[in-house]
């Protein structure tokens, strides 16, 4: 039960989450729209390889970084791609947990964890991301497409 609500979430978001991504343009990418900032470019891949590194490091137990240099994804069209690529990979590791899989827990944190806490972190994680892009693009005049929010 806990696996069906934590994946119908992440899957929600990352629907939510793309319409944002794909409206991205060559020159959004390296937009910088507050003093000492992250371009725009390196925000949406940060959010994307962390998802995907939760997802590996549950299911492979595998932890490590991964690439999101603006110097490798330096046009809209690589960044959407990863994208698209991410989303499916993450909603195939995804499928590959269960509710026993979320009770276990692990230490290799600040603090122990279960896998189920990690999961919720890593959702909240990205929508703290989704956030900071939506705010950019406001700074930087860019229209935002709606979330159909349940209220």
């Known amino acids: 039960m806990l696996h069906q609500f934590l994946s119908t979430a992440l ?3 990352l629907d939510e989450t793309m319409p944002l991504i794909e409206q991205l343009t060559d020159e959004d990418i390296t937009r910088v729209p507050v003093t000492d900032g992250r371009p ?3 925000v949406v891949l940060h ?4 998802v995907e590194y939760y ?7 595998e932890w490590a970084p991964l690439a999101y240099s603006i110097e490798e994804y330096s046009t809209a069209d690589s960044v959407k791609t990863l994208a698209t690529d991410v989303i499916n990979r993450a909603l195939d590791y995804v499928k590959q947990l269960n509710d026993t899989d979320l009770a276990r827990s692990t230490k290799s944190f600040n603090r122990p964890a279960t896998a189920a806490e990690i999961l919720l972190e890593l959702i909240e994680h990205s929508i703290h991301h989704r956030g900071q892009i939506t705010v950019y693009y406001r700074l930087l005049g860019i229209d935002l ?7």
């Open 47 to 50: 959010m994307l390889r962390s």
């Open 40 to 42: 725009l470019g390196e």
């Open 55 to 61: 997802l590996v490091g549950l299911t492979k137990n």
């Open 11 to 13: 899957k929600r978001h």
């Open 145 to 151: 497409p709606s979330i159909p929010y349940i209220i």
